[in-house]
């Protein structure tokens, strides 16, 4: 067989799915790894999916998206920002992965670097090593609660760098960016005349702290692009459907790069998600309350055993400190921890290198599964 591309091949393997794997081939075991959100898909959305298919609209549509949800998109984001987003702007995506993929296609050059935070998302870097780009971490230290540091990002500019990449809240640490913070950073990228590619997938989960977009602080200097999802917000995750808010002017060039990658996203997929938009607010407000429900939960647990962690501010996760019994290798843990006690968390590994000794637990779930599986990890003596 001949040789893969030296860019894939350079790829690592996927930690989280590694051990969601491994978990799902293990009866019984508590699957805290994954952050799949467990409640049923609300009717209407699910209603509008099927009068899509009844009416037979199955053709394809736009590259950036039906009209009515490229509004829905705007109109949201608008309200949040606080400030007016066209949508010409808004262009819909197979998903935020696809997203991020689409905007950094447009944005970087083989060879040109992408800030990224350590820990991050493990795709962040798994994207730009596609597509011949290179990450470059910036680190989020525990002692500085886990916040990026100006000067940190700062001292790891060089000519070649082109993106800034920010994620708030933080999947998988939870944390949210002030809005003084998020200011510093606009101001950072403004300086040194660098693109922020933005993460919002979990803009509509933070508890007592606002969401704050760098998009709020753009000014018209047009250099936030900002990457949305509905996977997490309406639990549709299946049903792959992201948007990306833009710069103006971007449209054909975004256009040209999406017909070349997936040309668009489902119709039924896109009418769904309308729905969802325009519709009642019921499941967000129902999502919210069991995230922070399951937050306290999990976090009264691991107080009662002494596991240091990171009081979560935002998304669906714990960020626990498991140095104590991981002897330095979490992910060599983590798969241990399955196969003694059935239990499946995310190694901290899985998101960087400073993620050794610690691990990610999903909110998500049920709150009596969560408690069982917090309940195993074994305490500080």
Known sequence: MPQLSAHVRSVDPNQIREITQAAWATPNAVVLSIGEPGFPTPVHVLQAAQETLARDETGYTPNAGIAPLRTAFAERVSAQTGREIDPSRVFVTSGAQQGLHLAMSMLLDAGDEILIPNPGYPTFAMTARLLHAVPVEYPLHPANGFQPR???????ITPR??????NSPSNPLGAVFSPELTRELVELAR???LWILSDECYEAFTYDVPHVSPLAFDGGEDLVIASYTLSKTYGLTGLRVGALVTPAGLETQLSTVMESIVSCVASPS????LAALTGPQDYVQAAAAHYRGNRDAASAVLDAKGIPYLAAQGAFYLWADLSHVSGGDIRAWTRQFLAEDGVAVAPGTAFGSIGEGWVRIALCGGRDELVTGVSRLPGVS
């Not at 760098?161 to 920010?166: D, G, M, P, S």
């Not at 896109?270 to 998600?273: F, L």
């Open 270 to 273: 896109q009418y769904a998600a």
């Open 191 to 193: 300086r040194r005349g």
């Open 161 to 166: 760098t082109r993106v800034l990449l920010l």
């Open 150 to 156: 100006i000067e940190d990002i700062e001292a790891r």
